[in-house]
């Protein structure tokens, strides 16, 4: 059977561009007879409250697209032991080390940069001897990163096609851990989709670019990784982005002026998965549903859909 996922980090209401990739998780699972699970990705424990998660399981039950699994879902601030077997896994052969550097250090104007406008780490912290750990430790907690190799780690993305990305070249040694002790998204959701026997995953083409990094996880960790999918982006009638902040696209707004039908049916349209915006539901989408009926470039949202 197949598992997909909805793993919103629940910083806000759920936007139309958070809808549409709940929706396509589920039209993806649910066409081949599969079950789709709830992770909450609070591992920010301070950006995520669970007021905000509650809100998701209800917006995402009030629209027909409920997930399957246990309730109350998983929730990642609860899982920091669990991660830190797979930390200490990691180290113990001798790929993780810790980082001292500075945010003004780490983002100099002189730091390469990924076309996503990340820095690419210059590994200022790798050699660092033990007496020079010990010294630096006494003024400040480091976070942790794991070496990467000189490789380049492809993948054929479900919707998208081919990407690849040479590691130590495109991305350097990523985050596991945080000083403050939060561990990073990149490690947080390879385990959890693995230990959640999740075999698709769905979601926005921002994350393309960190697939590759997971795989290597996945690899690294002997862990089964899932299929990709990635989703263009949705954008707002005038090409913006859409975030959490355009308030007139969230679900607490959208909920006051429409059925749970009219919302799907609108976003469908917009998505390519029907032909007018005619209110319809999530079951009668699924009879035929198909990955080609989706745009690879960026949707923007037709002006006075919503
Ligand atoms: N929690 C991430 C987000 O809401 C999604 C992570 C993922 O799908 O891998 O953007």
């Known amino acids: 059977m197949s598992t997909g996922r909805y793993a919103p980090s629940p910083s806000g209401r759920m936007h139309l561009g958070n809808l549409m990739c709940c929706l396509l998780a589920w039209l993806s699972a649910k066409s081949k007879g599969g079950q789709v699970l709830l992770r909450i990705e609070d591992l920010d424990t301070q950006r995520c409250p669970r007021s905000y998660a509650d809100a998701i399981v209800d917006d995402l039950a009030w629209l027909g697209l409920a997930a399957d699994g246990p309730m109350p879902p998983v929730y990642q601030s609860d899982r920091s032991e669990i991660y830190q077997r797979y930390f200490d896994e990691l180290s113990r052969r001798g790929l993780v080390y810790p980082c001292f550097c500075s945010r003004s250090q780490l983002h100099a104007a002189s730091a390469p940069h990924r076309s996503d406008g990340q820095v690419i780490y210059a590994g200022t912290c790798r050699g660092l001897t033990p007496a020079e750990i010990a010294e630096r430790s006494k003024t400040r907690a480091p976070a942790w990163r794991v070496q990467v190799p000189d490789e380049v780690i492809a993948f054929e993305d479900g919707h998208m096609g081919h990407y690849e990305e040479n590691l130590a070249r495109d991305c350097g040694d990523f985050f596991l851990r945080r000083a403050d002790g939060v561990f990073a998204y990149q490690l947080a959701v390879v385990v959890d989709d693995a230990l959640m026997g999740v075999d698709e995953v769905v979601r926005g083409s921002d994350l393309l670019s960190s697939t590759p990094r997971q795989l290597w996880l996945y690899r690294e960790l002997g862990l089964t990784p899932p299929k990709f999918y990635h989703l263009p982006l949705l954008l707002a009638s005038d090409g913006r982005r859409l975030s959490k902040r355009d308030g007139d696209q969230s679900l607490e707004n959208l909920r ?28 009668a989408l699924a009879r035929t549903f198909d990955w ?15």
């Open 256 to 283: 006051e002026k429409y059925t749970p039908e009219e919302i799907i049916g609108k976003l469908a349209f917009a998505c390519g998965l029907q032909a007018s915006p005619a209110p319809t539901t999530p079951q």
């Open 292 to 306: 080609s009926q989706v745009p690879k470039s960026d949707i923007v949202l037709p002006e006075n859909l919503f």
